[in-house]
């Protein structure tokens, strides 16, 4: 995975409108490529899911050497089954997971941000949890953060610098 940069806005509209492109169904090219490489693409998979898929299945083509799919990882197949809404077609790869993770992130991710309804200058609240790991002993606290502009990957940002954000299911609206 290469380096990808948010574009940001003032608003929550901005971003959720950005984020629906990560939502948005498969393609027609998409669904005609599967079909011209026999990539069996599942029907009504996320655009974002798609191309792992198509990822996968073209990856010996692509980078000139056998096909070096990984079965995904127990941990994400985890996360995965907390997330996900509906019922997953597996056995999944690394990549596939890895891009179902990031459908339901963003559809959780839009969620929020239409309850929230947040624009730059509101005042939330922030979330933390910490478990120690000696004793099991888990801590949670808030932080009070004035939300600075919103990404088009769902992060909220906070005034102050430093990169400073969230995701909005950890904030709560203060005013």
């Given at each position: 995975?290469?380096l ?6 003032e ?16 393609t ?14 599942p029907?009504?998979?996320p ?5 792992a898929?198509?990822?996968?299945h ?5 980078n000139?050497r ?6 995904a990882?127990?941990?994400?197949l985890t ?8 019922e ?13 993770i990031d459908y339901?992130?963003t ?15 509101d ?5 933390h ?12 606290w808030?932080d009070?953060?004035?939300?600075s502009s919103i990404?088009?990957n769902g992060l909220?940002?906070?005034k102050?610098?430093n990169g400073?954000?969230?995701y909005?299911h950890?904030?709560r609206?203060?005013q």
């Amino acid at each position: 995975m290469g380096l990808s940069f948010a574009v940001v806005f003032e608003t929550y509209l901005g971003a959720i409108e950005a984020m629906r492109g990560i939502v948005a169904p498969a393609t027609k090219e998409q669904r005609r490529l599967a079909a011209t490489t026999q990539c069996n693409l599942p029907s009504d998979v996320p655009l974002l899911v798609a191309a792992a898929y198509l990822h996968d299945h073209l990856d010996a083509v692509i980078n000139g050497r056998p096909q070096q799919t990984r079965p995904a990882w127990v941990r994400q197949l985890t996360f995965l089954g907390a997330l996900a809404s509906t019922e997953i077609p597996i056995p999944l790869t690394m990549r596939v997971a890895s891009a179902w993770i990031d459908y339901f992130l963003t559809l959780r991710s839009i969620e929020y941000l239409n309850t929230l309804q947040l624009v730059a200058g509101d005042q939330v609240a922030l979330s933390h949890e910490y478990t120690d790991r000696s004793t099991g002993e888990r801590y949670t606290w808030e932080d009070e953060v004035m939300v600075s502009s919103i990404g088009s990957n769902g992060l909220v940002y906070f005034k102050g610098g430093n990169g400073q954000c969230a995701y909005p299911h950890r904030l709560r609206r203060l005013q």
